[in-house]
């Protein structure tokens, strides 16, 4: 059966990064994309962007242009996530997904990252 | 990059039927067959409910079907059980800028 088995919380200071991991079993990892998404307290969803776990191509949404990588390790079928220069509107819970990219048909159970000071 | 725009809120009885409806623009629901739907319940992940403005994943209730006219899609939920209640959101390719965009959300309620 397909899984994404996310890190753990964090909490992180103001100005500094995190890196969130996705480990990915039960299907060929490089058949398929992983897209990030976030979703802040009580608020809804947002797209964050996309990673081709087959040729690592990428396409992130504009607001995080320059603050957001995105990056895989095919050898563990684990993708990844790093956010810089966090500020506290950056504090949400982040879900990785499997897409081509389009349809996410299969989530993360969600990693919760508090910025705060 | 703004998002799609949803209701707030939906309420039915059990046994009806509602329809959520989200609405863009040509750049993205009125442009493409890309239109995804996805059930938040409490504390979960989201889950995929329609793809490709209306097709169902495997184990997904015929209760749940998707349409699009013109720059509008709609999830129309059939059959209203309490297990329906949580959030629900669209989301659609957009051809420049973000490419991806979700509605707003929209909170269903079984009264």
């Known amino acids: 059966q397909v899984q994404l088995v996310q890190s753990g919380a964090e909490v992180k200071k103001p100005g500094a990064s995190v890196k969130v991991s996705c480990k990915a079993s039960?299907?060929?990892?490089?058949?398929?994309?992983i897209s990030w998404v976030r979703q802040a307290p009580g608020q809804g969803l947002e797209w964050m962007g996309w990673i081709s776990a087959y040729n690592g191509n990428t396409n992130y949404a504009q607001k995080l242009q320059g603050r957001v990588t995105m990056t895989t390790d095919t050898s563990t079928s684990t993708a990844y996530m790093e956010l810089r220069s966090l500020r506290s509107d950056d504090t949400a819970v982040y879900y990785c997904?499997?897409?081509?990219?389009?349809?996410?048909?299969?989530w993360g159970q969600g990693t919760l990252v508090t910025v705060s000071s | 990059q703004s998002a799609l725009t949803q209701p707030a809120s939906v309420s039915g009885s059990p046994g009806q039927s509602i329809a959520i409806s989200c609405t863009g623009t040509?750049?993205?629901?009125?442009?493409?067959?890309?239109v995804s739907w996805y059930q938040q319940l409490p504390g979960k992940a989201p889950k995929l409910m329609v793809y490709d403005v209306s097709n169902r994943p495997s184990g997904i209730s015929d209760r749940f079907s998707g349409s699009k006219s013109g720059n509008t899609a709609s999830l129309t939920i059939s059959g209203l059980q309490a297990e329906d209640e949580g959030d629900y959101y669209c989301t659609s390719f957009r051809s420049s800028g973000t490419r991806y965009v979700f509605g707003t959300g929209t909170t269903v309620t079984v009264l």
């Open positions: 997904a499997r897409s081509e990219p389009g349809p996410l048909d299969y």
């Open positions: 040509s750049s993205d629901i009125g442009g493409y067959n890309y």
């Open positions: 039960g299907y060929t990892f490089t058949s398929y994309g």
